[in-house]
């Protein structure tokens, strides 16, 4: 699988996330600058990492949403890439308009570090074919804005489609109906704040994240 990780100035979980995808396909990520207009050929996986992308200016992922790269990320999401937002690359896609709702800050207004419980909604997405509907994982999340929010609507329209991909199994940001990873309406972007690349080896203390790359591996292949 050939993998490519986006860099913006205030990326710091962009390691993380080559680490990750490494580990598990054997292959190592292109890292690729915000500034670069286009992305390698033949790339089969778009990550985009945590962090606080331009220092979370004006909102969390706004200016990097419109960073040169992402024109090139929006273009192979339409061709039917898998792209992948990691808590602020969650926040990237929203702010790109790749996925819909908006993270805001979270609702105790405190940064929340710590492992979490979650649920799958859905296990038929690229991203989460690797679990079983309904099945409870633990990944850990590190955010201040990360409370997912949308008009009643939207969320409506993206349950009713199966486009929510997990749930936090406790309470936790404040995020509206507990939802803390969604897919677009292709199911080829997904956006999550949970870090499944800090729960790939037991010395992390688990490893309900390496299905998560394990499966878009199988599907990609």
């Not at 990750?20 to 600058?33: K, L, N, S």
């Not at 937002?85 to 790749?98: H, I, K, R, Y």
């Not at 008009?151 to 199966?162: A, F, P, Q």
């Not at 939802?179 to 949970?194: F, K, T, W, Y």
């Amino acid at each position: 699988m050939n993998s490519a990780v986006l860099v913006f100035p205030g990326s710091n979980c962009d390691r993380d996330l080559k680490a990750a995808i490494e580990v598990v396909t054997g292959r190592t990520p292109a890292m690729v600058w915000h500034r670069e207009s286009a992305l390698p050929d033949g790339i089969d996986l778009i990550a985009i990492p945590g962090g606080f992308s331009y220092g979370d200016y004006l909102r969390s992922g706004a200016m990097a949403a419109r960073s040169p790269v992402m024109r090139a990320v929006t273009a192979a999401a339409a061709r039917g890439v898998p792209v992948l937002g990691v808590c602020n690359g969650f926040q990237v896609l929203t702010e790109a308009g790749l996925l819909p709702g908006a993270l805001m800050r979270n609702a105790g207004l405190s940064f929340v570090c710590r492992p979490v419980a979650l649920d799958v909604a859905n296990s038929q997405t690229l991203f989460t074919q690797g679990y079983r509907s309904g099945e409870r994982v633990t990944i850990p999340v590190a955010h201040h804005d990360g409370n997912f929010q949308a008009d009643d609507e939207t969320l409506d329209r993206i349950e009713g489609e199966g486009r929510v991909a997990f749930r936090y199994a406790e309470e936790c940001n404040g995020s509206a109906r507990g939802i803390a990873g969604i897919v677009n309406d292709a199911g080829n972007v997904l956006g999550m704040m949970p870090h499944p690349e800090r729960a790939i080896e037991p010395a992390h203390g688990g490893t309900d994240g390496r299905r998560l790359f394990e499966g878009l591996l199988e599907a990609v292949a």
